[in-house]
């Protein structure tokens, strides 16, 4: 066991994530060690000092993605809190307690820091390193591992340095543009080409209107408001399909992705709140449970303030709808720029003495 | 050629090893990249193997008509530059480093390994919330600690504790078992 212990040691970063497992990278004698621990069993990569070409850290918005999901969950919260005080402060004190808890999330995730992706690159890979999600992981993970492989490669001289630029410059220069896709290699979604995004865009968009539907029938319950949140909820649906066919099609920013995947999740969760408000209405109204027309015109005249579950399905509506919404939004129109910006330097094509030399 | 990690645009050179990120061109995400020689490193020409040109030279043993340069470290058997595979500063054949890699001969090679530790922790604690099914998995649990209490686990630093604990759930879950059995029975 003590000879273990020499072998490899922690490097700074960790991610847990519930479907992909748990990752982290050691540092070995004369590699880096990326272990992806999957519960009952762990998978190895191994770069070589030797062999390491570059360590490339992309800066990302997600750390401030989630404040902004945790601030709409907050002020949900804090609402309820608010209306719940009079009439069951119990309530309110729950929520008040589960509000304090966001705002400790939220300063956790602060003094975390900016969060980034961390790319290692070798002669025939680039491969992601999961555990490495914040800038300040990644340059205490460089103080560590820069040095070994400077030790492992030796360092080049200036000139030298600027001799190789020239010669690789020879290759590369001209290409300024994204891979085609005619070379893309189909296995790896980053080389498929990227998604419209038109799609995603018209969801949003949808779970935006339908937050501010709800937000009007919990300050002013109207049967067209409910008739219309009922519309809006198929339209999500059939949007929500689109968009997932065409994210798995094509390559698309994985914060805009998981936005997408987490509004499949809200519509499970407001599917089930509408369950239990129909059978509640069935047990409540049993000569209508052979009437579905009664039934659906039952269940939507109830207004938010009439039925606890009602009101806390409103309430989880509007707070999920404004905040996917939202950050899918800002994400949609991050990615929509970012496809205008390929395609145009696309088109701009290489000129013939551009090309690369064979 | 580093690219940009969203966009896959090319990243000029004198972007590289900057002390702030840069901005990349196509996508303006900001990157910081630090390049190290083996970026700028030719790479190794293709090796095609000599022919042999008089009898009297040694031919490899799976390309007859190359001439061997080595023996294989596995073997012993002559080969050509071709089958020539230097690893871990072994030369070996492509035979032998299968061979090794298969029964974990080879070190750091490994790239898979089933942690039998954890199953049979997990074995033993997470039933217990069915209480029911604890009748079937206890033994299992401890028969799995025992069975591969000496299979390596992970190729990290690790203790026996997820042995031992799964061995104390699954006796402490057959204790009451045998108990309750026996109070029935009386």
Known sequence: MAEKQKIYQKLPGKTRNFFTGFHRVWQGRDHLLAVDNRGFSEDYKRFYYKDIQALVMRKTAWGKIVNAIFGLVLSGFFFGAYKFAESTPEAAWVMGGIAVLIVLLIAYNCWRGPTCTCHIKTAIQTEKLPSINRIKVFHKVMARVQPLIRDAQGTLDPQTMQSRIAATERFTMGRRGPVPAASAHADNPEDLPPV????????????????????????????????????????????????????????????????????????????????????????????????????????????????????????????????LGISGMLLTLGHLRTRRACAAVTAGGLKPDERPIP | MIQCTKCQTPISNDRLNTPQAVACESCDSRLEIQAFPALFRPDAPGRTGQALLADSEAGCFYHGDKRAVRTCEGCGRFLCELCDVAFNSLHLCPVCLEAGIKKRKIKNTENHRTLYDSIALGLAFFPMVFVFITCITAPLALYMSIRYWKRPTSILPRTKIRYILAMVFALVQIGGWSTMIYAWTI
Not at chain 1, 218 to 240: E, K, M, N, Q
Not at chain 1, 278 to 301: D, F, G, Q, S
């Open chain 1, 196 to 323: 419209a995004g038109w799609a995603h865009l018209a969801l949003f968009l949808t779970l935006i209107v339908s937050g501010a539907l709800v937000v009007l029938s919990i300050l002013d319950h109207r049967l067209i408001l409910s008739v219309l949140g009922s519309f809006a909820y198929v339209a999500i649906t059939f949007l929500l399909i689109t968009a997932l066919v065409k994210q798995s099609r094509g390559m698309i920013d994985k914060a805009l992705k998981a936005v997408t995947w987490s509004t499949l999740g809200y519509l499970m969760v407001l599917f089930m709140f509408g369950y239990v408000i129909n059978v509640m209405v069935a047990i409540k109204n049993p000569e209508l449970a052979n009437n579905h027309m009664a039934m659906v015109r039952k269940t939507l005249t109830i207004a938010p303030q009439e039925n606890k579950v009602v009101y806390a399905a409103n309430l989880f509506a509007a707070v999920c709808s404004f905040g």
